[in-house]
């Protein structure tokens, strides 16, 4: 009998059932070579790799799945960013995750988590600890006005930009 993408899929189910995580991977991704509509397997993929602190393989996939749902207008949503971009910042690939908060925000302009996130990606490129460029006090400021309209939901965001401001000012 031949074999078909489903049966690439099950197989990957039970290994990802069952804690084998690379035998999962490797069938989802002969399941999506064979069938391009299971491209929404690239987001398992990505968590299972995002699950083992393997960032650069899961936003690898993140973004693959990003891609593959542009290319065949299918609705992505706020998460797929979010976890992209999260994904290159724990890989310290800083100005890739940058790039992607700041989709986030363009897509949420008055989301504050946004802001802070990239504020943490700015911070973290600055060149030496001991030394402040100021990079992300943009975004600690933004941070801050966002955050206005609802100061008890975002204390964690108004007290982490209160502290970075006054880090970048000492």
Known sequence: EKIIASDYKYLGTVYANTGKANLMIENYIKTIALDSTQCSLYEDIANSYNDRDIYDSAAMYYQKKIDSYKNTNQQLSVNDYMNV????????????????????????????????????????????????????????????????????????QILESDLGIANIYR
């Open 85 to 156: 971009a999260t994904a290159y910042y724990f890989d310290s690939a800083f100005v890739k995750a940058d790039t992607a908060f700041r989709t986030i925000s363009n897509l949420l302009p008055d989301w504050p988590v946004s802001y802070i996130w990239r504020a943490r990606a700015e911070n973290s490129m600055e060149p030496r600890e001991d030394t402040s460029m100021g990079y992300a006090l943009p975004m600690f400021q933004m941070t801050l006005q966002k955050c206005a309209t609802d100061t008890l939901k975002y204390q964690k």
